[in-house]
């Protein structure tokens, strides 16, 4: 079945790029009826999507963020990608790689997340 | 302050129906259909419901997700202690152009 895998620094110092990695197995991240997203929740709150890639490479981002958000994908590693540049304490979450129907936007299956630490 | 409003808490004792709701606009519900997450304690959230009430995989028909305006609900009927759990709606926004979440509802079996 498909799994999804967060990996990167838990521990950004502010200012910095925040960049994580999501790897795709048990599947092709090249459907054609899929993208793939980031979400995010800081401790103790609620959900946020950050944004989402297809495997052509188009994106499309939450325009809420504060952070300059880039999304990008390697359909060779079967891989996507979240950078998040100059970075706050606001930043600090849990980040979660997932996959998203196309269309209809539902998310399954989701990676089972990785705590990002914004501190000096 | 979450695009989708759900009550922050709700509680009912085992065997009792208990219903979340989600309230939304035109951009969002109004105009795209919500899906229903449930998340437990220190895990990942799972898809629950989709496409207003459809049925994940596995989930039990105790779940069950409807949709009427810019407003949703998940009913949980038969309550049974490993429900207690914080529960998410998202929708598609066409303004935003992005998912939107509700602020979550921690449910408590008592």
């Known amino acids: 079945q498909l799994q999804l895998q967060e990996s990167g620094p838990g521990l950004v110092k502010p200012s910095e790029t925040l960049s994580l990695t999501c790897t795709v197995s048990?599947?092709?991240?090249?459907?054609?009826?899929?993208?793939w997203v980031w979400i995010r929740q800081p401790p103790g709150k609620g959900l946020e999507w950050v944004g989402g890639?297809?495997?052509?490479?188009?994106?499309f981002y939450n325009p809420s963020l504060k952070s300059p958000v880039t999304i990008s994908v390697d359909t060779s590693k079967n891989q996507f990608s979240l950078k998040l540049s100059s970075v706050t304490a606001a930043d600090t979450a849990v980040y979660y790689c997932?996959?998203?129907?196309?269309?209809?936007?539902?998310?399954?299956?989701w990676g089972q997340g990785t705590l990002v630490t914004v501190s000096s | 302050q979450s695009v989708l409003t759900q009550p922050p808490s709700a509680s009912g004792t085992p065997g009792q129906r208990v219903t979340i709701s989600c309230s939304g606009s035109?951009?969002?519900?109004?105009?795209?259909?919500v899906n229903w997450y449930q998340q437990l304690p220190g895990t990942a959230p799972k898809l629950l419901i989709y496409?207003?009430?459809q049925w994940r995989s596995g989930v039990p028909a105790r779940f069950s997700g409807s949709k009427s305006g810019t407003s949703a609900s998940l009913a949980i009927s038969g309550l049974q202690s490993e429900d207690e759990a914080d529960y998410y709606c998202?929708?598609?926004?066409?303004?935003?152009?992005?998912?939107?979440f509700g602020g979550g509802t921690k449910l408590t079996v008592l």
């Open positions: 997932a996959r998203a129907k196309l269309e209809l936007h539902w998310v399954d299956p």
């Open positions: 048990g599947g092709s991240i090249s459907s054609s009826s899929y993208y």
């Open positions: 890639i297809y495997y052509s490479g188009s994106t």
């Open positions: 035109s951009s969002n519900i109004g105009s795209n259909t």
């Open positions: 496409s207003n009430n």
């Open positions: 998202a929708a598609w926004d066409d303004s935003l152009n992005a998912v939107v």
